[in-house]
């Protein structure tokens, strides 16, 4: 069975998180906010913990989790080198949503890295994650806390409808700040390069480290490299109904969902739309789901994973989405969307 802790004021009682840190040292899982998304934790140097978490998760064993920390020592405890640059980007973004891919040394086992000679490590800023940290004394292993295909929880309901029962322990810090994971900046290899985009961009990492590249096996489906982080290879997020992003002109991606919406309501298909707050009048779909206002790129991303699980209660057969801007955090907006979608896109 699952115990909950509920925090007040971003604080855990002292009695359950003594139960909580006590649940990982010995092995076990325990799920827990971060300002991104919320993680499924274990001991990140007990290969039987990282063995649990694949198989609550039903996630492939090759996909490599993050390593969290609570301190830039433990970095250097697990690493085969500190380059410079990770110096320089955890003075600029740590902790928060960063994570550094280096070149592991033998602490960190192959269990936890899905069978990588690098390791992917991260310093998160939620308050709940820190005192969990720090008070476990562990370093935590952690993906989202979600089944693996669906869309990461942002919630502790979302973690709850995912993985009661299989973990003992939830820590429900209340809704996260920033709604999608952490950007990953590949730092093993004599470039720079972002395997996933996130809230920290690319125009700031590059105001750090100079020149910072995007993997191009994440641009599109059929790009002839796949993606270097196995994570972005999976179908992901995906919603249960059909979704497919419009793009485009406001005006005509207006008209175009509202012409494709017609269609399938002829068929007798449910339709969803993935909405601006400034257009939600605008569509003749069954159900309209306001995302955000448009110019709000942080609430957009905030809301972005409950709105693709709202989708999946509703039970709609088909989604049509608005697009968003291809700089700054809509890269990264993009990114999830587009997976979510299999890439499936119409340029009106
Ligand atoms: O915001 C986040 O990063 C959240 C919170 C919980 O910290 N965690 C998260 O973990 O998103 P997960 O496991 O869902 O995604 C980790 C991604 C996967 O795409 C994985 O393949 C990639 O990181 N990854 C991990 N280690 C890697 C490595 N050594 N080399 C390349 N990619 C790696
Ligand atoms: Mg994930």
């Not at 310093?123 to 562990?138: K, Y």
Request: glycine residues 8%; proline residues 6%; aromatic residues 6%.
């Amino acid at each position: 069975k699952t115990k909950v802790f509920v925090a007040r004021d971003n604080q855990i009682e002292e009695a359950e998180l003594k139960e909580a840190s006590a649940v990982i040292r010995s092995g076990g899982l325990v799920a827990f906010p971060t300002e991104t998304v919320y993680g499924l934790g274990g001991d990140a140097t007990n290969p039987e913990a990282s063995r649990k978490i694949y198989a609550a998760k039903g996630r492939p064993s090759d996909n490599p989790l993050i390593v969290h920390i609570a301190d830039f020592s433990q970095l250097e405890d697990i690493v085969a080198e500190v380059p410079q640059e990770a110096r320089d980007l955890a003075e600029a973004f740590w902790p928060g949503p960063l994570t550094m891919i280096l070149r592991k040394n033998e602490v960190i086992p192959y269990e936890t890295t899905g069978g990588l000679d690098t390791v992917a490590i991260r310093m998160p800023s939620h308050p709940v994650a820190r005192r969990f940290l720090q008070d476990s004394g562990c370093m935590i292993a952690a993906p989202s806390a979600n089944i693996s295909g669906r869309p990461s929880p942002t919630t502790a309901q979302h973690v709850w409808e995912d993985l009661q029962g299989k973990i003992e322990v939830l820590l429900d810090g209340g809704p996260v700040g920033i709604g999608i994971e952490s950007t990953i900046v590949d730092l093993s290899e004599d470039q720079p390069m972002i395997l996933r985009p996130g809230f920290i961009t690319q125009e700031m990492l590059s105001q750090v480290l100079g020149q910072v590249g995007m993997d191009p096996g994440i641009a599109s489906e059929n790009s002839k490299k796949p993606p270097k982080a196995p994570g972005m290879r999976y179908r992901h997020y995906a919603p249960k109904a059909d979704l497919t992003l419009v793009e485009g002109h406001m005006d005509q991606v207006i008209a175009k969902i509202n012409a494709l919406t017609g269609e399938a309501q002829v068929k007798g298909q449910s339709v969803g739309v993935l909405a601006t707050a400034e257009n939600q009048d605008a569509y003749i779909a069954d159900h309209v789901i306001v995302i955000g206002q448009r110019e709000d790129e942080a609430e957009i991303a905030r809301h972005l994973f409950d709105v693709l699980r709202q989708f999946d209660t509703l039970g709609v057969d088909v989604i049509y989405s608005e697009s968003f801007a291809a700089a700054g955090v809509g890269q990264a907006i993009m990114n999830r969307l587009l997976k979510a979608a299999g890439h499936k896109r119409i340029f009106v």
